[in-house]
């Protein structure tokens, strides 16, 4: 999943040039690997929950290392972030209380 991840999110970042070369018929392409990179991003970090703590510290630090790669890649920075986005969300879902149908189902 890892390496799946980084692929698509290397593959997203090199798809304005494929999209000025082959004109407006790749938009759904990009669409789907921007979207599929977080995705797996996604399932990465719920695959290694066992060996994560979702906490306060830990979420700061995601949030800091987030921003910096943001900053760093202002055109596709948000796939490489996309772990560090989702631990911090993970972190607040941990955090504030939930009614039980929310714990029960899945609302994703």
Do not use: C, H
């Not at 994560?52 to 055109?75: C, K, Y």
């Not at 969300?89 to 609302?107: E, G, Q, R, Y």
């Amino acid at each position: 999943m890892a390496f799946l991840w980084l692929g698509l999110s290397f593959l997203s970042s090199r798809l304005p040039e494929l999209i000025k070369a082959g004109g407006n018929s790749l938009i759904d392409v990009k669409l789907f690997i921007l979207l599929f990179s977080v995705f797996m991003a996604g399932s990465l970090l719920y695959s290694l929950k066992k060996y994560l703590r979702f906490n306060l510290f830990g979420g700061i630090i995601s949030l800091i290392v987030a921003s910096l790669i943001i900053t760093s890649f202002p055109n596709f920075g948000y796939q490489y972030a996309a772990p560090f986005i989702l631990f911090v969300v993970f972190v607040i879902a941990n955090k504030i209380p939930s009614p039980k149908w929310i714990k029960k189902n899945d609302l994703s």
